[in-house]
């Protein structure tokens, strides 16, 4: 959108390019997760890639990951310990925090749902040039940065 025009042009908007794609994507990627006999969905799924990639996480963390608050963590964490891909140990200096590993059973799932998923974005990207989608990456990536809260300012004390 031009700041001369009135009227706001939906293909030329890159939030709701990358939503759309991130629907069509995410709907896919659950209905081959099922078809597959794997009884997860695509937001657990992202969860236990950023679990499974940092070797556990605290609750806390996987929510700034996420961009979720507490409650939702609670729930997702729960979900995927009941399903048995996950479990939560007590924080070592706070035993209130939780942080989160995959189980046995979690981490020998971990490597045909990747598989699932990355046949799904390989069907997405299917076509377009590597360079396109690395500038893309960048892109979005940025922009999601432009769009990160600034860091909290610190009043100077008088000393």
């Known amino acids: 959108m031009h700041a001369s025009t009135s009227h706001y042009l939906l293909k030329d908007s890159l939030g709701h390019l990358a939503t759309?794609?991130?629907k069509a994507a995410l709907?896919?990627?659950n209905q081959d997760l099922q078809e597959g006999?794997?009884?997860i969905t695509s937001e657990q799924w992202t969860a236990l890639v950023h679990i499974w990639n940092q070797g556990g996480l605290t609750q806390q963390e996987l929510g700034e990951r996420l961009l979720k608050d507490k409650t939702n963590i609670a729930r997702l964490a729960a979900g995927l310990e009941r399903a048995g891909y996950i479990q939560r140990e007590a924080g070592r200096v706070d035993r209130r925090e939780k942080t989160l590993r995959l189980t046995e059973f979690g981490k020998q799932a971990m490597p045909g749902i990747a598989a699932v998923v990355q046949r799904v974005l390989a069907d997405a990207y299917a076509g377009i040039d590597e360079h396109e989608l690395a500038l893309c990456r960048?892109?979005?990536a940025?922009?999601?940065q432009n769009?990160?809260?600034a860091p909290p300012v610190n009043p100077v004390s008088p000393i």
Do not use: D, E
Request: hydrophobic share 45%; proline share 6%.
């Open 20 to 22: 759309q794609f991130s």
């Open 27 to 29: 709907k896919r990627i």
């Open 147 to 149: 769009l990160a809260p």
């Open 37 to 39: 006999g794997h009884a």
């Open 142 to 144: 940025r922009a999601r």
């Open 138 to 140: 960048r892109v979005l």
